[in-house]
């Protein structure tokens, strides 16, 4: 049996990167923050987060 996946809205998505990024900053600082980080942190691709934001 094949689970079909589904993405998350524009809007969700964006609000799911700002929460574990926000997370992340508090943890760790910002000097620790990297988009790379990021993407790992939130189980998306690098591309994905580039997709929503150019830079940090």
Same mark, same amino acid.
């Given at each position: 049996?094949?689970?079909k996946?589904?993405g998350?809205?524009?809007?969700?998505? /964006?609000?799911? &990167?700002?929460?574990? =990024?926000?997370?992340?900053?508090?943890?760790?600082?910002?000097?620790?923050?990297? /988009?790379?980080s &990021?993407?790992r942190? =939130?189980a998306?691709s690098?591309?994905?987060v580039?997709?929503?934001?150019?830079?940090?």
């Open positions: 049996m094949s689970v996946r589904t998350l809205s524009p809007s969700a998505r /964006i609000d799911q &990167l700002l929460d574990v =990024a926000k997370q992340m900053i508090h943890n760790d600082g910002l000097q620790a923050f990297t /988009i790379e &990021l993407a942190t =939130a998306v690098s591309p994905l580039y997709n929503y934001f150019s830079s940090r």
